[in-house]
């Protein structure tokens, strides 16, 4: 049972436009997401968070939305550029048991 | 700084052959994490140290032996290989294991078992 899914495989976006990719979750322990950007032949690295206190977050052009009722999450990102072009993992943990559960990730191609 | 350190960074194996991949972090992190992704799917754990001394299973620990060399090392064994663990592997470290920050990854070492 995938308790982190992210839908859709890949998005298509035009440059300067918004990307907004989703994750759905199932277990409602979790109070903690992160995204991650992972380009090719690269480890993940860390875009942004939110727990769940919150239904917001925004870093920059990055911003994270949290509907806890509808066990959903999304990163918006305004606006796109082609340097986003990437894999976007959808992360979740609960607190003190540190594990983080993956999505299969969105593969986001921003067109210039 | 170099953040978290693989090798080797590519492999090919025979199956049943053997092989260790390493895995050494700078960052004083106490929590380090071995994960397995396959095409078109996500970051699957494989084994876990939440400290130096301790280890635990993950998601898919089948297959696979860790040892946790001191609060630096993290070490993952391929005892016999097989095809189904051609994947690429990603060590990962973070703060604690209690702490839901982010995790630290490698850069990942590509394994192919023919």
């Known amino acids: 049972d995938q308790q982190v899914k992210q839908n859709s495989p890949s998005l298509s976006v035009q440059e300067g436009r918004i990307s907004i990719l989703n994750c759905d979750y199932t277990n409602s322990m979790f109070d903690y997401f992160l995204w991650y950007k992972k380009y090719p032949a690269e480890g993940p690295t860390f875009l942004i968070s939110?727990?769940?206190?919150?239904d917001k977050n925004e870093d920059g052009r990055f911003t994270v939305f949290l509907n806890k009722s509808a066990k959903h999450l999304s990163l918006h990102i305004v606006p796109s550029q082609p340097g986003d072009s990437a894999v976007y993992f959808c992360?979740?943990?609960?607190?003190?048991?540190?594990?983080?559960?993956f999505g299969d990730g969105t593969t986001l191609t921003v067109k210039p | 700084n170099a953040g978290v350190t693989q090798t080797p960074k590519f492999q090919v194996l025979k199956t049943g052959q053997s092989m260790t991949l390493q895995c050494a972090q700078d960052?004083?992190?106490?929590?380090m994490y071995w994960y397995r992704q396959d095409p078109g799917m996500g970051l699957r754990l494989i084994y876990y140290?939440?400290?130096?001394?301790?280890?635990d299973k993950g998601e898919v620990p089948n297959g696979y032996n860790v040892s946790r060399l001191n609060k630096r090392e993290f070490s993952l064994r391929l005892e016999s290989a097989a095809p189904s663990q051609t994947s690429v592997y990603f060590c990962a470290s973070r703060v604690f294991q209690g702490n839901t920050g982010e995790l630290f990854f490698g850069e990942g070492s590509r394994l192919t078992v023919l």
């Open positions: 960052m004083n992190h106490n929590s």
């Open positions: 140290s939440a400290s130096e001394g301790t280890t």
């Open positions: 939110i727990s769940s206190i919150k």
């Open positions: 992360a979740a943990s609960y607190t003190n048991a540190g594990k983080s559960t």
